[in-house]
C-alpha cells in the first residue's frame, strides 16, 4: 500500500492569490455540500496539557482537502496543506486552526487549543525503562508499530487508546501480525499522582513485502491510477481502447471501470508487420468481508481471479488494539498481475473495549444489586459467610484489607464460579444473630465478549450493629442514596435509628460518629440497646432530651452528651421505669435558671468513669433520682449555680465510690437525701462558696436517710 501518511516535518504553502479565489467560490456553494470530515477526524492534537510536543495527525477524507495554521490566520487563505502527520514544534500554549473543503467548494473549520509544558518533572520516580519510553515519545510523537509484536507502556502508567476515555488500562497491546490495514490510534499516557501527561500516536503499519510484479507489468506502457485514470505517457506506442480509434499518447483517460475493457498499442511507426499487444482491464471488484473467531475482520475479492491485495495476497486483515472500539474503513491497495489499480475502501468494526466494572450496590433487607453499562451483562460470585468475631470496626477494616479492586480480567480457569444475574436484589443474611461478611466478586461482559476487570467487594451482614453519622454528607450516590444504618450508608438522624429500634426484637448497638443534633423535644428509647461514641457527641438543642423508659436497658459508652444554654428546664437525660449505664462517657449542660442534668424515677442509674457538669442561674443538680438506685465509680461530678447539687436522692439507694465531687455557689452540696440508703466511699467532696454565703454541709441526711458506709472520704470547702 502507498505510505500516504508517512510523517515528516516540513510545512508546504499554497499561494495567497489562488486561495483568494477558491475561498470566494467555497463560500457560495458551502451550504450545498455534507462533509465527511469531523472533529473525530482530529487524531492530533487534542486539548490538554502534555509533556511533549504534539504532531498533527488528521484523518484524510476522500475528495476532502486540508488545512491548517498555527498563527491564528485562516488556514484556508494563508496557511498550509496537509497530506501527511507534522509535528507541530511548539511550547506553551498553541492554538492550531483546520479547514477542511471539499472540490465543490463546501469548507468547514476546527481549532484546537492546547498547552505544552516542558517543565521538570520527578524522572527520578520512574524505571529506566519508562524515562526510556518517555523520552522516545517526547523525540517521535508518531510511533511506528507493525503486528505481531507487544507495544509495552511503562508501568508507572496507565493509558487509553483513542481520544475519549479516561486512561485506566496498564501493561501491554499487540495486533495480530496478520494485520494488513494501515491506521493511526492516538494514545494518551497518564501519571496521576505526579500529574504527568504525554500525548502521541500509533503509525500502524502491515508488515508487507513490495507487491509481485509480473513481467508483463513491468512492460505495460500505461498507468493507472483512482481506477478510473489511466495515463499513456510512453510516446512510443498509439493506443486503443475497446476497438475505438487508434489514438496518441494522451496524459490522461478517464474510463469506467464498472465494467472490463482491453486495451491495446503498437509503436507509432506504423508497419504491418507492427505487434499489437492488449491487456484487458477487469471490472471494478468488490470487497466482502467477514468476522474471524479470534475478533479479526478478514477482506476478499469478488471479482476477476487476476485481482489481489498488497504483496499479492488473496485476502486482507483488520485488527484492533486490546482496550480499542474502532469503527472505520479500511483502505486496501488492490492489484491485477500485480499492476496497482486504486484504493477500495471496506467498512469494518472490531470491539476490545472491555466494559467498566460493575458496580456492587448494596440494598436494604439487607441483599445486593449490581449496576453496570448500558447492554453488559453481569456475573458475579458469593463467598460463604465469614464470622465477625471482634468489634465492628475492626472486622470492617479486615473485610477491606481482603479487596483487590483492579483491572484484572477474572481467570478463565475461575469463570465457572461466576453465574449471571438476572434479577433486581440478591439477598444475603446473617444466618443468626453473629454478624458475618461476604466476599463478593463481579465482572461485566458486553455483547461483543469482552469481559471487565473483577469487581470485590466485602459486605458486612449485621443485624444488631449500626451507625450514625451525620458528618456524612448524605449517601454517595452509587449506594443508592438509601441510608439503612449499615457501616457504608450511615443514619444521619437519631429519629431513624429509633424508628428501627422499635421494630427491632434484638438488642441494638448503634455507633455514633462525629456531632449528631438530637431531634427538638424529646427522643424516646423504649427498647433495650447500646449506644458508644467513636468520637461521637450527641448535641441537645433548646427544649430537647433523652427519655428511657418501658423497662429498657440502655448502655453507653464513650460518648458525649452536650447542650448549651437554653431557657426549659428539661433535664439531659431523664430514667423512667428502666436501667441506664453510662461509661466513659461526658455529659454536660447549662440550664437559664434551674434544672438537673440526669433525672432518674424508678430506674437503675450507673456511671462508671464518667464526668457530668451542669450549670444554671438559680439552681443546678447533677443527678436527680426518685426510688431509684443510683451508682458512680471513678468519675468527675460538677455544678455550679447559687445552690448547687451533685446529687439529690428521694427514696432508693446511691452507691459514690472513689469520684470526685465539686460544687460551687451560695449553697453547695455534695449529696442531699431524704429516706435513702447512702453507700459512700474514698470520695472527695469540694465546695467552693461564694462570698459571704453560708457555711454548709457536704451531705445533708434528711428524714429516714441512713449512711450504712462512709469510709475515707474527704470533704473540704463547704
Known amino acids: 500500500m502507498e505510505n500516504k501518511c508517512a510523517c515528516v516535518f516540513f510545512q508546504r504553502k499554497k499561494t495567497a492569490s489562488v486561495r483568494f479565489c477558491a475561498a470566494l467560490l467555497a463560500l457560495l456553494l458551502a451550504p450545498l455540500h455534507c462533509f465527511a470530515f469531523s472533529e473525530a477526524d482530529i487524531l492530533s492534537p487534542v486539548p490538554g496539557t502534555w509533556k511533549n510536543r504534539q504532531p498533527l495527525v488528521l484523518n484524510l477524507a476522500p475528495e476532502t482537502e486540508l488545512y491548517y495554521s498555527l498563527t491564528g490566520s485562516d488556514p484556508y487563505l494563508s496557511g498550509f496543506s496537509y497530506d501527511k502527520p507534522v509535528l507541530i514544534d511548539e511550547a506553551g500554549d498553541v492554538t492550531v486552526k483546520i479547514t477542511a473543503v471539499l472540490p465543490g467548494g463546501g469548507r468547514k473549520d476546527f481549532t484546537v487549543e492546547y498547552t505544552v509544558d516542558e517543565t521538570e518533572f520527578p524522572k527520578e520516580t520512574y524505571s529506566a525503562a519508562a524515562v526510556e519510553f518517555l523520552r522516545s515519545v517526547a523525540s517521535e510523537p508518531v510511533k511506528k508499530y507493525a503486528g505481531g509484536s507487544d507495544f509495552t507502556f511503562p508501568e508507572e502508567f496507565v493509558f487509553s487508546l483513542g481520544n475519549s476515555g479516561i486512561p485506566r488500562f496498564s501493561g501491554s497491546i499487540s495486533l495480530s501480525e496478520r494485520n494488513t490495514v494501515e491506521r493511526y490510534v492516538p494514545c494518551t499516557l497518564a501519571d496521576f499522582e505526579n500529574a504527568v501527561f504525554f500525548h502521541f500516536v500509533i503509525h500502524v503499519v502491515p508488515m508487507l513485502k513490495e507487491p509481485a510484479q509480473e513481467k508483463r507489468a513491468e512492460k505495460l506502457p500505461f498507468e493507472i491510477s483512482g481506477w478510473n485514470s489511466v495515463s499513456f505517457a510512453d510516446k512510443k506506442y498509439i493506443y486503443q481502447i475497446d476497438g475505438g480509434n487508434w489514438q496518441p499518447p494522451l496524459e ?138 471482634e468489634d465492628p470496626d475492626s472486622s470492617y477494616r479486615k473485610a477491606l484489607a481482603k479487596m483487590q479492586d483492579d483491572d ?181 449542660g447549662v440550664f437559664a435558671e434551674s434544672g438537673a442534668l440526669v433525672e432518674s424515677r424508678n430506674a437503675c442509674v450507673k456511671f462508671s468513669g464518667s464526668g457530668l457538669t451542669v450549670q444554671g442561674e438559680l439552681y443546678a443538680c447533677a443527678v436527680f433520682s426518685e426510688g431509684s438506685k443510683v451508682s458512680c465509680s471513678g468519675s468527675r461530678v460538677s455544678a455550679v449555680a447559687q445552690a448547687s447539687v451533685n446529687f439529690k436522692v428521694s427514696g432508693g439507694t446511691c452507691r459514690l465510690e472513689q469520684s470526685d465531687c465539686y460544687a460551687a455557689g451560695n449553697l453547695c452540696r455534695g449529696i442531699e437525701a431524704v429516706r435513702s440508703s447512702l453507700y459512700l466511699r474514698q470520695n472527695s467532696f469540694f465546695a467552693r462558696r461564694a462570698e459571704g454565703a453560708q457555711e454548709g454541709s457536704g451531705i445533708l441526711c434528711g428524714d429516714g436517710t441512713q449512711l450504712l458506709l462512709d469510709e475515707e472520704n474527704v470533704f473540704r470547702g463547704f
Not at 511507426?269 to 499487444?277: D, F, G, I, M, Q
Not at 458496580?359 to 463467598?383: H, M, N, Q, T
Open 252 to 389: 490522461r483517460c478517464v474510463i469506467d471501470r464498472s465494467s472490463a475493457h482491453t486495451v491495446r498499442w503498437q509503436p507509432v511507426e506504423y508497419s504491418k508487420a507492427n505487434p499489437v499487444l492488449e491487456y484487458v482491464l477487469p471490472a471494478r471488484p468488490d470487497i466482502y468481508s467477514q468476522r474471524n473467531g479470534d475478533g479479526t475482520v478478514s477482506f476478499f475479492i469478488d471479482g476477476d481471479p487476476r485481482y489481489s491485495f498488497a504483496g499479492g495476497t488473496p485476502s486482507a486483515c483488520a485488527d484492533a488494539f486490546p482496550f480499542e472500539d474502532v469503527s472505520s474503513d479500511a483502505l486496501l491497495s488492490i492489484y491485477c498481475d500485480g499492476v496497482f489499480q486504486g484504493i477500495a475502501e471496506a467498512p469494518f468494526s472490531i470491539d476490545r473495549l472491555p466494559p467498566e466494572k460493575p458496580e456492587i450496590v448494596r440494598l436494604p433487607d439487607p441483599a445486593l444489586s449490581f449496576r453496570s453499562e448500558p447492554g453488559a451483562a453481569v456475573f458475579f460470585s458469593v463467598s460463604a459467610p465469614e464470622p465477625v468475631s
Open 408 to 588: 484484572r480480567q477474572p481467570d478463565a480457569r475461575q469463570l465457572d464460579a461466576y453465574q449471571p444475574f438476572s434479577g433486581n436484589s440478591l439477598p444475603l443474611s446473617s444466618g443468626g444473630e453473629e454478624p458475618v461478611f461476604y466476599i463478593v466478586r463481579a465482572y461485566a461482559a458486553d455483547a461483543a465478549g469482552n469481559r471487565s476487570g473483577v469487581a470485590e467487594r466485602s459486605i458486612v451482614i449485621d443485624d444488631t450493629n449500626y451507625y450514625l453519622c451525620a458528618q456524612a454528607d448524605g449517601v454517595p450516590p452509587e449506594y443508592g442514596g438509601l441510608e439503612d444504618g449499615s457501616r457504608e450508608r450511615p443514619f444521619s438522624s437519631f429519629l431513624q435509628f429509633s424508628s428501627v429500634l422499635r421494630s427491632s426484637e434484638k438488642k441494638l448497638n448503634l455507633h455514633v460518629y462525629g456531632e449528631v443534633k438530637m431531634p427538638d423535644g424529646t427522643a424516646e428509647i423504649t427498647r433495650d440497646c447500646s449506644i458508644i461514641g467513636h468520637g461521637g457527641v450527641l448535641s441537645f438543642g433548646d427544649g430537647s432530651s433523652l427519655s428511657i423508659s418501658d423497662g429498657a436497658s440502655v448502655s453507653f459508652k464513650g460518648l458525649v452528651f452536650e447542650r448549651e444554654r437554653e431557657s426549659r428546664e428539661k433535664p439531659l437525660v431523664s430514667v423512667e421505669n428502666a436501667g441506664a449505664e453510662f461509661s466513659g462517657c461526658e455529659l454536660s
